[in-house]
């Protein structure tokens, strides 16, 4: 198998490794609370609600500060990956905007799961969570990316 080839396989076993971890602790994982399926439909469609109500108890050393942190930093650290990644499966062809409206769908797509599975709830300030994690990975990827290129290009002026 051709270096390329082998890096792109690499690649994508890691993309679908983060994809079943995602899906997983989404859907499934039991210490999230996704195995109870929810009484009626819980919604937020305000955009900053829920975030500007878990941002006062940030700090707090209380459960709703470990509740505050967990749901608006593990939802951006969640998406971060998916950013990094889509640019490097692609090889190299994705741009910002493209791997944001992709994270942007992904993430429409859980929220409108768990809307209809009763699991978790469709909450509008997720979308912006799991973008602005997105937007960090992807800008994570152009960081690294960029570095990259400049070590390459001086090596070849080293030859």
Not at 123 to 146: A, E, S
């Amino acid at each position: 198998m051709k270096k390329g080839k082998f890096h792109l396989v690499c690649k994508w076993i890691i993309f679908i490794i983060y994809m079943a971890c995602l899906i997983y602790l989404v859907f499934f994982a039991e210490s999230m609370g996704r195995t109870h399926v929810q009484q009626g439909y819980a919604y937020n469609l305000e955009p900053l609600k829920e975030i500007r109500r878990f941002w006062k108890y940030i700090f707090s050393t209380e459960q709703i500060g470990l509740a505050s942190r967990l749901n608006i930093f593990g939802n951006v650290i969640a998406f971060i990956p998916f950013g990094l990644c889509l640019p490097l499966i692609s090889d190299h062809r994705l741009k910002c905007i493209t791997t944001l409206l992709y994270t942007f769908a992904l993430s429409l797509i859980i929220e409108l799961v768990q809307l209809i599975s009763k699991v978790g709830s469709f909450d509008v300030d997720d979308l912006v969570l799991n973008c602005m994690g997105g937007l960090v990975g992807y800008l994570l990827y152009y960081v690294l990316h960029r570095l990259r290129m400049k070590s390459v290009a001086r090596k070849k002026e080293g030859l």
